[in-house]
């Protein structure tokens, strides 16, 4: 993306939208950031983030599953609303229903998702008990590329936290989410100032293949700048 266009984002939820909130939040206040939120839309009638989007004026539409004969047809009116609001990126901010690739080959290489692990691991639901059942002493978050295989695409970006003892399943959530909103806003500034594509399961920035994924806070900064790229850019 060049500096001199402002990326049109799009924000798929199903609940609250805290991470959302927080990107709407961060991008307001840092108009060095050249990107900004086009819309949000929601597959839940009684989602949170509906009331909050809003509020903020983000223009918000409600595609609801449950209102469409087959997941065909739901998805065929989801591909027509995104496709509405030209969005250069789609982030699916704790968006709870697995697309398919017919849903997904719209947008390939432009839908991200945030998820509550270090991907690989703990694909899928309940990722902080899972940590805690496996006697992890490390946790996180990664936002990856979005394709049909669950949790599976590439992964672009990660915050890592560690596990205390007196961590259970709540406190562990309540710990990493405000590291999310960071993580969050690091990756949308760097995929709003930088040339990051993804294609045949692996990720390019300016031209250079992403080997691992960017580290908040060691490869990955908070204004989005990959840290560690390699010469020649």
Do not use: Y
Request: net charge negative; glycine share 8%; charged share 20%.
């Amino acid at each position: 993306m060049t500096s001199d266009h402002s990326a049109r984002v799009a924000v798929l939820v199903s609940g609250r939208g805290s991470n959302f909130e927080a990107l709407h939040h961060a991008l307001q206040s840092t108009p060095d950031i050249p990107a900004h939120i086009v819309g949000l839309i929601s597959d839940q009638p009684q989602a949170l983030a509906l009331e909050k989007a809003r509020h903020l004026g983000v223009p918000a539409e409600i595609i609801d599953a449950t209102a469409h004969e087959s997941k065909a047809a739901f998805e065929h009116a989801l591909i027509g609303a995104l496709s509405a609001l030209a969005p250069d990126w789609i982030v699916l901010a704790g968006f709870m229903r697995v697309l398919t690739a017919d849903a997904i080959e719209p947008f390939a290489g432009r839908m991200i998702n945030i998820h509550p692990s270090l991907l690989p691991k703990h694909r899928g639901l309940h990722t902080h008990q899972k940590v805690l059942a496996a006697g992890e002493r490390q946790h996180g978050a990664s936002i990856h590329f979005v394709t049909a295989e669950l949790d599976g695409g590439p992964v672009l970006s990660q915050v890592r936290m560690a596990v205390d003892q007196s961590d259970d399943a709540t406190s562990l959530a309540q710990r990493l989410l405000p590291l999310e909103h960071h993580l969050m806003r690091a990756t949308v500034a760097l995929l709003a100032t930088d040339d990051v594509k993804c294609a045949n399961g692996k990720i390019t920035i300016n031209g250079h293949e992403l080997l691992q994924p960017l580290q908040l806070g060691h490869g990955l900064d908070d204004r989005g700048q990959w840290l560690d790229q390699p010469s020649g850019r």
